[in-house]
């Protein structure tokens, strides 16, 4: 599948998900298309990771529908995952390789051989310094470690991209860096499923942000026009929410 693909890419309708005897998702209902930014914020517990570990098909609802590019994650996990690029809140990618040979192996993993120089174009659009291209990644930073994650996204073609907490961590600099470059993928026609407590971030480049409580969407913010979100507007619903959990 290609990413200038349109149509619905993430869908999960009527969620249910319980651990023993602990209800965590309670009729989650959201979907993303392609070329779209979906935040997902919650408070600790909210159900974030589980909506993330649904979607990667870690776990299996007990009902409802979950879809990934049109897959079941839960009973085709490997079709769902070839559709996917996930980045964690901490990247895990080879220490002793370089960025370019972790790419290339990871890649070749996916069953993907991309020439050498479309490598370094991947890096060259996440703004990965040159000089960085081929040194170890022992020592790279939070958000350098990203940048190559995602360039890996890129060179894969996947119209599904899943970010897990992508700002924690970062400077303002990096994160305003990390933004532009999710913004750039979602242009190209990735949905893009965001799970933050960052609300700024989520302000500067989501089209929607959804507010989880106890395992459901209670509210959610779409983007209007220049203006984009009211900021302290949302920030008030949030610390709701957060205060109501
Ligand atoms: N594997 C598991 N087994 C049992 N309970 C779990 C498991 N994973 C999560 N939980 C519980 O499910 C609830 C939701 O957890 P989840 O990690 O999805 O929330 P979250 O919104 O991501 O929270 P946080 O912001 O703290 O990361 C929590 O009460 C958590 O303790």
């Known amino acids: 599948m290609s990413l200038t693909a349109t149509g619905q890419r993430i869908l999960l309708s009527d969620v249910h998900l319980s651990y023993a005897s602990q209800s965590v998702l309670r009729g989650l209902a959201l979907h993303v298309d392609a070329g779209e930014i979906y935040a997902l914020l919650g408070g600790n517990g909210a159900g974030k990771s589980t909506t993330m570990s649904t979607l990667l098909g870690f776990v299996r609802p007990d009902s409802g529908t979950v879809l990934v590019a049109g897959h079941d994650p839960a009973a085709e996990p490997e079709k769902a995952r070839e ?9 895990a990618l080879y220490e002793h390789l370089t960025a370019r040979e972790n790419a290339a192996y990871l890649l070749a993993l996916a069953g993907r051989h991309p020439v050498p120089d479309a490598i370094d174009g991947a890096f060259e659009a996440t703004g990965l310094q040159a000089a960085a291209w081929s040194k170890r990644l022992a ?8 940048k190559v994650a995602i360039a890996i996204a890129l060179l894969r073609e996947v119209p599904v991209l899943l970010l897990d907490e992508p700002s924690s961590g970062l400077d303002p600099r990096a994160t305003a860096d990390f933004n ?7 242009r190209k ?6 799970v933050t407590h960052d609300l700024l971030s989520a302000a500067d480049i989501a089209d929607r942000i959804g507010f989880l409580e106890s395992g459901r969407i209670v509210d959610e913010a779409c983007a209007q026009g ?9 920030h008030r619903k949030f610390a709701r929410e957060v205060a109501a959990a």
């Open 83 to 91: 559709q996917v690029a996930y980045v964690p809140e901490n990247v």
């Open 139 to 146: 020592g790279f930073s939070k958000g350098m470690r990203q």
């Open 180 to 186: 532009k470059l999710v913004h750039d993928v979602a």
């Open 189 to 194: 026609g990735a949905a893009v499923l965001m």
């Open 226 to 234: 220049e203006e984009r979100f009211d900021v302290r507007e949302l």
